[in-house]
């Protein structure tokens, strides 16, 4: 099993920039994509940002030119820079990663429990 872990959410003000942290752990063996996902009070889950294993990123449009998505493959991490943080930013963010065990053929979704991210004005 994969268990995922993020930090460095918190509190910030309209303008300022956090940076999330997701650490995967437990029994890996094959990471593929790593993704940040987000959901505000009243709304569902949507995506945010994501990263294959060999780089290639992808954005959603409110995020895109503002945050930054990266990751260290070698510490099974993936990482999301926010900057020019907006209120409309304020939801749980959720670190998602693809894994393949050993004995297996297919990536399979694994989701961490989430961190909260409060933009205020």
């Known amino acids: 099993q994969v268990q995922l872990v993020e930090s460095g959410g918190g509190l910030v003000q309209v303008g300022g920039s956090l940076r999330l942290s997701c650490t995967a752990s437990?029994?890996?063996?094959?990471?593929?994509?790593m993704g940040w996902y987000r959901q505000a009070p009243g709304k569902q889950r949507e995506f945010v940002a994501s990263i294959s294993n060999i780089g290639s990123t992808n954005y959603a449009s409110p995020v895109k030119g503002r945050f930054t998505i990266s990751r260290d493959n070698a510490k099974n991490m993936v990482y999301l820079q926010m900057n020019s943080l907006k209120p409309e930013d304020t939801a749980v963010y959720y670190c998602?990663?693809?894994?393949?065990?050993?004995?297996?053929?297919?990536?399979?979704?694994?989701w961490g429990q989430g961190t909260q991210v409060t933009v205020s004005s």
């Open positions: 437990g029994v890996i063996f094959s990471i593929g994509a």
């Open positions: 998602n990663v693809d894994h393949k065990p050993a004995w297996g053929t297919r990536f399979s979704p694994y």
